[in-house]
């Protein structure tokens, strides 16, 4: 028989999935947890302390234990996203078998499938009556997921940025002509869902709601 011992950094409180309903907004909150949300569908919109979050369809986000987070705009109708509490383990020792991950804020996920998994497999052992260290490993590979996504996402000042301000471009000189998100992409050799993304967080606004916008304060200017 094999018998391991192992020290975990981390400790589970609890999770859960949040289906819109199409009325209120996130509580506000200061809690002692570290708290990290993956939205599936929507777009969710947090504020921590002074700073706000548009966590789009794809995206992760790691609220600090501490600060007072708040919602400030009503839940979308399309809104589903994945929420998961836990501790940090602060002791000075070093923890064996664990790799030091550098978890960011707000990042997107390069696979957010297998991410999906990891919180359905999560809420799934999570209904267990007894508790064993399985919640505790299935964070570990949630978290390690969003750090090496963080690795491998391009640059948002020098890629997304800039590939948003490209869109942006694109809208304002063909707005007058059949465009749609796909057919931005397409021009700009990106994934669809990518640029929409970037060009929500740069711009506040879907491609949809932009070209529509641009049509008519053109169809305005011309008149």
Known sequence: M????IALPIKVQNGGLFIS?????HPARRLRSWEVIFVEKGTLTIQED?????V?????LLLWPGRRHVGVEDFPSDLKFYWLHFEVNTSEQPQPLVTQLAIPQQTTLHDPQY???LFRQFLNEQEKIQRNASLEFILLLI?????????????????????AWRAQQLIRTRYHLPLSTSMLAKELHCNADYLGRVYRRVFHLTLTEAIHRQRVTGCGENS
């Open 2 to 5: 094999l018998n391991l011992s």
């Open 143 to 163: 978290l390690q997921h969003i750090s090496l996504s963080a690795q491998t996402e391009e640059p948002k000042d020098e890629g997304g940025a800039a590939l």
């Open 56 to 60: 789009c369809a794809g995206d992760s």
């Open 50 to 54: 002074d700073r706000i979050f548009h």
């Open 115 to 117: 991410l999906m998994t």
């Open 21 to 25: 309903r199409d009325v209120g907004r």
